[in-house]
């Protein structure tokens, strides 16, 4: 019971980590992941907050995710949507309204700040192995077993199709979009190292 008990707290504590690096680097304006940015785009276009837009868009890959498996939409995926949306929105609102960054040097720094957080936050979440996944995960792996490409090429098809939808939406896609796709994947291998393969090294090894 302690071990789910430490889980779950573990799950929620990544979650509420990748809000917290989304909102800094949204907040940095050089450039957000391509879902991130198409959450602003659409907030800025049409209305609403940005979390709201996580729900919408969540909700939406979880039917394209069960559309694409042939099955019913795993409703219990839009449990960490609701999370990452409803403290997406709280920390933007309330915690990190003074973050408005204004010379280029404090826009990155900000920006490679939220990018480390956002690694941390994935990498906790990712060790957790709770078989509750966020949408995009879900269209990912979703896409691998239909087309039988490799994980990576999944994601990075995914990613794409977020690209787009972004520049439709006329998010903020920049230079801090390109850093975030070529180093988050291997930031979150390195926290995970550091996290968690090398305390067990090191708890073996005593």
Known sequence: MRQVASKIASYILGMALIS?????????????????????????????????????VGFIL???????????????????????????????????????????????????????????????????????????DDLTLALNKKLNWSVGAAKTLTEILGLVLALLAKGPISFGTLISVALLGPLINMFIFLLFHRTRNSGDAS
Do not use: C, E
């Open 20 to 56: 917290f690096g989304v909102v800094m680097i949204i907040r940095a304006d050089v450039g957000a992941a391509p879902w991130d940015a198409l959450n602003v785009g659409l907030q800025q276009q049409i209305g609403l907050t940005i979390g709201s837009w996580v729900f919408i």
């Open 62 to 136: 979880i039917l394209i995710a069960a559309a694409v498996k042939r099955t019913y939409p795993q409703l219990l995926n839009f449990i960490p949507v609701v999370l990452v949306g409803s403290l997406i929105d709280f920390f933007n609102g309330y915690v990190l309204t003074s973050l408005n960054p204004v010379q280029p040097f404090a826009k990155y720094g900000a920006f490679l700040g939220g990018l480390l957080v956002l690694a941390m936050g994935i990498a906790i979440y990712l060790n957790t192995k709770v078989p509750i996944r966020t949408p995009h």
